[in-house]
């Protein structure tokens, strides 16, 4: 476009007429009109693709988190599998094995197994099998703190003498404590594998050493553990009085440590003559085959 020269409307390029005025023109006679400014330029903007970005992030996060609680609800509904606890009589189990890995290890150490109890000419009673036993069990701290040239209930040595041993203690026997605060054992040794002063050795269990107990439960007449006198023959019977050996409750027989280290659970309508080739290490006697226990009685 240009303007005319005469009312400075504006006329095409090609125009000689004026269609405002009437006039005529020639087309260099016209004005040419100003040409229209460039469009503004936009300062950049650079916060534009970092929101686009965090944006982005954010919405990926949202999806993530969502998928995540859909999976947390849908397994949260899936029922699963309860697992029971170890029953009373499978800890015990436990712990009497423990006691015989422990008789074995000192056994490998010392060649003999520890005296049943310890006493001088004048029948001070000093310390216990259990007593000795202790370092082998995991209770090494406790050993060290024994005063072993005092007997086991002098006043230095009731701190040590009041820790409770968990293999020594049945979870289902609720005592733990005599009234003076010595920790009680709820095991007994085998009188005749364990004699006062002089530790036996394996190769002198002649009749076998899965053929001999040689520590059992008892359920009465409980003894602190650091009490040498801790023993009792087992051919005296079960569930005969607060010397014998017996279970709580009497549950259909008593759990019993073999030489070997397996358990045993002996029936207490066991035979007499049984009971007491089992006791014996070097009796003879022909004992029968009886399996190492796997189930609780009933």
């Known amino acids: 476009m240009k303007t005319c020269p005469n009312c400075t409307a504006a006329v095409p390029e090609l125009a000689s007429f004026c269609a405002s005025c009437g006039s005529e023109f020639h087309g260099a006679d016209a004005v040419p009109l100003e040409s229209a400014p460039p469009p503004p330029v936009l300062p950049p903007r650079p916060w534009l693709w970092v929101a686009g970005i965090g944006a982005f992030f954010v919405l990926l996060v949202g999806c993530f988190v969502s998928i995540q609680t859909i999976l947390i609800y849908r397994q949260a509904a899936i029922p699963r599998p309860t697992v029971a606890a170890p029953s009373n009589f499978t800890l015990n189990e436990r712990n009497f094995k423990q006691i015989g890995v422990a008789l074995h290890n000192y056994h490998d150490v010392f060649s003999v197994m520890p005296a049943g109890g310890i006493f001088d000419e004048q029948g001070t009673e000093f310390h216990s099998w259990q007593t000795a036993l202790l370092p082998f069990l995991g209770y090494g701290e406790t050993y060290e703190t024994v005063f072993f040239e005092l007997p086991w209930n002098a006043q230095e040595n009731q701190w040590p003498m009041g820790e409770g041993i968990r293999q020594y203690l049945n979870p289902a026997i609720p005592q733990t404590h005599t009234g003076s605060g010595y920790a009680l054992s709820h095991v007994a040794g085998n009188s005749q594998v364990f004699p006062d002063n002089k530790g036996l050795a394996f190769k002198e269990i ?25 023993v009792r023959d087992p051919a005296d019977g ?43 290490p070097a009796g003879g006697e022909e004992t029968p085959e009886m399996p190492s226990m796997r189930n609780p009685p009933p």
Request: hydrophobic share 35%; net charge negative.
């Open 206 to 230: 002649v009749d076998g050493t899965s053929n001999t107990l040689i520590a059992g439960e008892v359920v009465d007449g409980f003894a602190p553990w650091g009490y040498p006198r801790n």
């Open 238 to 280: 079960l569930h005969g009085d607060s010397r014998t050996f017996g279970s709580l409750g009497k549950k259909g027989g008593v759990m019993f440590l073999k030489a070997d280290g397996s358990t045993v659970f002996v029936n207490n309508d066991v035979d007499p003559s049984v009971l007491k080739a089992l006791s014996t």
